[in-house]
Structures are given as C-alpha cells and as structure tokens.
C-alpha cells in the first residue's frame, strides 16, 4: 500500500496485475477510500467489459472534469483526478484486433490528451492519472494488453494464494 501511494500522490499510472481472485479490485477500491481520503485528491471507478468503446470511455473520463477553455479541461482547482479501471483488458477488440479504449487511453498518456471530433481540435486534459487491475491466467479470460499500452505503468503483481496460505 505505500508504495502504491507514493506512485499515486506523484502522478503516476499504477496497474495490479494477477491471477483471479486475488484480491486486486478489492485492494485498489479499499485504498483509495481508506488512505485517499484527503481532499487533494478525486477518484473515479469504472470497469471495463466486452461492450466499451472509445467513446464511452471519453464519456466516462471527461463527465467529472470542468472544461477550462475550449482546448483543455481539468478538475476542480487543486485536485488530482485518479481513474480506477477495473479489468482495463477486457474493452472491447474490433475486427482489426485492437481495443480502441485502451488506444484512446494510451494517447493521453502519449500526449496528455485526445483529439476532439466534437471540435476538431485536440484537448488537452490535466492533473489526471490512471489505477487499473488485469486479470491474468489460464481462468482469466484475459486478453493481452498492447506493448504500446503496457509500459505507461507501474505494475505491481499479485501471485495465486496456496492452501498452505489460506490455512
């Protein structure tokens, strides 16, 4: 949990991974209530499934944040905007084999934005980061994350608890 904290306070992307069951959805949902609580400091929650695209996940990113200028838009003054996204490799894939929510993911943390089709500019968005978890495995169901994507994050891994441990 520290250091999950430490990579969170100062901007950075954090993804837990491991197999099911694990606890992960469960570790990063009670740090952020438990030890994000001060006011510097908003969280969003959201998961991924078959069924999100691109532009719900813009939906679901931009509704808490305030439009500053026609180009930019940020949270309240003084807050850092943490997203959780739970199960962030199960978005959906189209026919081409790439899952445009995590590309339009990437391209913020490329270029701290996205382009806007509304505006036909690109929008800048700050004081923004990202916690996900991925389920990995031969029970998962999972699917693998772009090289392009993965590197944008801290990971921390989980491994598989024995009966010697639950006992």
């Not at 694990?22 to 006011?39: S, Y």
């Not at 490799?89 to 270029?111: C, G, K, P, T, V």
Request: proline share 2%.
């Amino acid at each position: 949990m520290y250091i999950m904290e430490r990579l969170v306070r100062a901007g950075q992307n954090v993804l837990l991974l491991g197999p099911t069951s694990t606890g992960k959805t469960w570790t990063m949902r009670n740090f952020m209530l438990q030890r994000m609580k001060d006011k510097s400091i908003d969280y969003e929650h959201f998961s991924f499934s078959s069924c999100v695209e691109a532009e719900r996940t813009r939906q679901l990113i931009e509704t808490p944040l305030k439009r500053k200028r026609k180009t930019s838009i940020y949270p309240p003054e003084g807050v850092q905007m943490v997203y959780f996204i739970d199960d962030v490799n199960m978005a959906h894939r189209d026919e081409y084999d790439i899952q445009s929510a995590n590309e339009l993911l990437r391209q913020w943390f490329d270029h701290q934005g996205w382009f806007d089709i509304n505006f036909m500019s690109f929008k800048k968005i700050k004081d923004v980061s990202f916690c996900a978890t991925v389920s990995i495995g031969e029970f998962a169901n999972s699917k693998q994350l772009s090289n392009r994507f993965e590197w944008h994050w801290a990971a921390i891994g989980y491994t598989n608890y024995r009966n010697t441990h639950i006992e």
